[in-house]
Each structure stands twice: as structure tokens, then as C-alpha cells.
């Protein structure tokens, strides 16, 4: 299984960003799939994530309402559209390959950096 994260880069704070991930190695629409971030100096946090289905979906609360996960199954990829970002929201963020109520792979970060 490989998941490869895209899309990262810098942003002014209030501007958009939009990662994708890109997936190989597995049937791609019997998985659920999410987003985690990690910032320097703090640990790996949950960001979102998504049914095989593509419903429901699921946020933290710091990103609830600003960002929207989402699903292209015939395209074995997974979208994570960024609005109204914050200075808070920089880290690397990593798409991930649930598996029952664990997620089982990680693919490699994307930098996201927001400038205040």
C-alpha cells in the first residue's frame, strides 16, 4: 500500500489550500481514509476522515467548518480542501488507511505553512 500526500505549500493566513492523496496498492473504495497533522514540536493529531462511501464524515473541532474531506473512488484518491486557514493549522499533514477502528497505513506528509 502506498499513499502519497500532494498539494502542501504556504499560504497567507484566511487563504485556501487543497492536498490531495494519492493511493496504490489496495482497493482503494474498501477502506476508510483520513487526514492527520503534525506540527513542530507537538504530537501527530487527527484531523478528518472519511467512510468508504464517502458518508459521513468526521472533524476535529479545530478544523470543523473550514475544512471539507472528501472521496474520488474512481480516481483512488482522497481530497482535503482547506479554507480559512490559520497560523495554527501549519504542520505536515499525512494521509492515512483505516483499518476497523485503526488506521494501519501512513503515507508520506505534505508541509502545509500559513503565514500570519
Known amino acids: 500500500v502506498q499513499l502519497q500526500a500532494s498539494g502542501g505549500g504556504l499560504v497567507q493566513a484566511g487563504g485556501s489550500l487543497s492536498l490531495s492523496c494519492s493511493a496504490s496498492?489496495?482497493?482503494?473504495?474498501?477502506?476508510?481514509l483520513g487526514w492527520f497533522r503534525q506540527a513542530p514540536g507537538r504530537e501527530r493529531e487527527f484531523v478528518a476522515s472519511?467512510?468508504?462511501?464517502?458518508?459521513?464524515?468526521y472533524y476535529a473541532d479545530s478544523v470543523k467548518g473550514r475544512f471539507t474531506i472528501f472521496r474520488d473512488n474512481a480516481k483512488n484518491t482522497l481530497y482535503l480542501q482547506m479554507n480559512s486557514l490559520k497560523s495554527e493549522d501549519t504542520a505536515v499533514y499525512y494521509c492515512?488507511?483505516?483499518?476497523?477502528?485503526?488506521?494501519?497505513?501512513w503515507g508520506k506528509g505534505t508541509l502545509v505553512t500559513v503565514s500570519s
Open positions: 472519511i467512510r468508504r462511501t464517502g458518508v459521513p464524515a
Open positions: 496498492g489496495l482497493t482503494f473504495g474498501d477502506y476508510g
Open positions: 492515512v488507511k483505516g483499518l476497523g477502528s485503526a488506521w494501519d497505513y
